[in-house]
């Protein structure tokens, strides 16, 4: 069965491998890629996205552009991860139809057009979009099926600050609206994604189709700094979306911290935080080897 999902998403070398993955394993029915501020700023990440679709010929799919810049902060700025394109120079076709405006507007308009929980979010940058989703179109917001964010850390430190993630540390107060929506978001922090991580090996691997040369042609401009093997944190949202039995996800009550230090954003687990479903453990052999068959 195809799961009908909308991307949000800021690519981004690893949202793109979850992109392209969503896009060809064929298990998903993109609805729409909205695009956020975050790796790189909005012009680019939007142009990226459309980039994603001309490489897989998906013209019948929008993109639709969304935040600028997070609720209340300023961004944080990640070029040497993901170059000063968001795709450190790797080259893709420009994308072939201008971009929707107003992605908030266009994915409630999609939640109030189909049943209740029949369409899935998969979120793969600050939550900036989801916040404004929440906050704005309350009644959509209550159709979304399920909502799964990459973001956050529990015990992991972090890559933004000593405990904080750089999705959730880019726009604090979205990840904290979301987080007290109800709506009871999965998070995918980076005590899994930092598991599921692309080798070398792995990336030569993937060669041999088109599609299996674009990713690893984007994995091998995220390994470029000399590691032998970096995260694969977006595609390990695509990964549960598809079989939630390849993590352990247990519920926590967490908040979001909301301070002006290197924590901002960090996830607090306590009693009276709103509860969230949270994935702690995952089976890497199996989480890879479902990554792989998207690009066989
Ligand atoms: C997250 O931050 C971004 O740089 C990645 O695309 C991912 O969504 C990992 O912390
Ligand atoms: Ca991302």
């Not at 935040?67 to 893709?92: M, S, T």
């Amino acid at each position: 069965m195809t799961r009908r999902v909308i991307i949000d998403t800021d690519p981004g070398l690893d949202d793109a491998i979850a992109i392209l993955f969503a896009l060809e394993c064929g298990r998903f029915e993109v609805l729409g890629l909205t695009s956020v501020a975050g790796n790189i700023g909005i012009d680019r990440t939007t142009e990226n996205a459309g980039r994603l679709l001309a490489l897989t010929g998906r013209t019948d799919i929008p993109v639709a552009v969304g935040a600028d810049r997070p609720l209340r902060r300023w961004g944080i700025d990640v070029i040497a991860i993901h170059g000063n394109d968001g795709l450190k120079g790797v080259a893709l076709p420009p994308s072939l139809a201008a971009p929707l405006p107003d992605a908030v507007g266009w994915i409630a308009e999609k939640l109030a057009a189909e049943p209740a929980g029949s369409i899935d979010i998969l979120a793969l940058g600050p939550l900036t979009n989801i916040a404004r989703l929440v906050a704005e179109h309350p009644e959509a917001a209550g159709n979304i099926g399920r909502l799964i964010v990459m973001g956050g850390t529990v015990h992991e430190p972090g890559n933004a600050g000593p405990r904080s993630e750089f999705n959730f540390a880019s726009d604090p107060e979205a990840a904290a609206i979301v987080v007290r929506s109800g709506i009871g978001p999965t998070i995918v922090p980076l005590d899994v994604t930092r598991k599921v991580r692309a080798s070398t090996d792995y990336v030569a691997r993937l060669r041999g189709t088109p599609h299996g040369d674009a990713a690893a042609d984007l994995l091998t401009a995220y390994l470029q700094d000399g590691r032998q093997s970096r995260p694969l944190h977006d595609p390990c949202v695509m990964l549960l979306a598809l079989d939630s039995s390849l993590f352990r996800i247990e519920t926590l009550r967490i908040a979001i911290d909301l301070g002006d230090d290197a924590d901002a954003g960090a996830i607090i687990v306590r009693d009276g935080g709103m509860p969230a479903q949270i994935a702690l453990g995952v089976d890497v052999d199996r989480a890879l080897a479902l990554l792989q068959t998207g690009f066989v």
